[in-house]
């Protein structure tokens, strides 16, 4: 065994420590505005988004048994209630639940999810942006 693999590089100790400090600020990088969220669908997706159509999608169950609005309601601005658990589940749209939409790797994880149950597949950025362009349109 060579005596360098057991006392590591200064260069290789402070690669550690730079990989240490990103992942400390990693979740912080993630962290993104609803507006900024769907800015990076809409620029994914190629045109601007439609909250009408966003609204319609929500609210449509796709040939599944479920829907957005099962568990959300179909104006999500107040608590709803998981169709199969009944687990509560805080209101959705960001005007009424300033924690939504502010992680983006929380929301890549709950719209894989949910688009999973509900239309039985993952959702396209063009359907992201819409839903998201109608949630922000719901005000107090």
């Not at 688009?115 to 396209?124: I, L």
Request: hydrophobic fraction near 40%.
């Amino acid at each position: 065994m060579k005596l360098s693999s057991l006392h590591p590089s200064p260069f290789k100790a402070l690669l550690a420590a730079a990989a240490l400090a990103c992942a400390a600020i990693a979740p912080v990088a993630r962290a993104a505005t609803p507006e900024e969220q769907l800015a990076g669908y809409t620029a994914q997706a190629g045109a601007p988004a439609v909250p009408a159509r966003g609204q319609q999608f929500f609210n449509t169950r796709h040939s599944r048994e479920w829907s957005c609005a099962s568990c959300h309601g179909a104006l999500p601005t107040q608590a709803g209630k998981h169709a199969s658990t009944g687990k509560s589940i805080s209101a959705l749209a960001p005007a009424f639940n300033p924690e939504r939409f502010t992680d983006t790797a929380k929301t890549e994880k709950w719209f894989r999810r949910n688009c999973n149950d509900v239309a039985g597949r993952e959702c396209t950025a063009a359907e992201k942006a819409d839903v998201l362009s109608w949630l922000l349109a719901l005000k107090r």
